[in-house]
Nanobody, 115 residues
């Protein structure tokens, strides 16, 4: 099993920045990829970004390209999401996922962007 704990969410004004963290514990050696998803009220969960654990290859959803940056610190078993130029439509609960695919999920952290 892998346990994931997100942190760093909060309230920010449009145009501001936040950095989310996702700390992994347990069988972290089994992680191949980690990613961020988000879900706004009344909407389906959508993909934000992902990163491979060993090589650090990244891939972003079109909605965040150029504004968000995903990274990881293998020594700390932690993944990050730097979010810049935030927009009200970025308001959502942000989840991290990990595993060979997305077998493991965190509990989510709320991000609210005010206009």
């Amino acid at each position: 099993q892998v346990q994931l704990v997100e942190s760093g969410g909060g309230l920010v004004q449009a145009g501001g920045s936040l950095r989310l963290s996702c700390a992994a514990s347990g069988r972290t050696w089994s992680i191949y990829v980690m990613g961020w998803f988000r879900q706004a009220p009344g909407k389906e969960r959508e993909f934000v970004a992902r990163i491979t654990w060993s090589g650090g290859s990244t891939y972003y959803g079109d909605i965040v390209k150029g504004r968000f940056t995903i990274s990881r610190d293998n020594a700390k078993n932690t993944m990050y999401l730097q979010m810049n130029s935030l927009k009200p439509e970025d308001t959502a609960v942000y989840y991290c996922a990990a595993g060979r695919g997305n077998e493991y999920w965190g509990q989510g952290t709320q991000v609210t962007v005010s206009s």
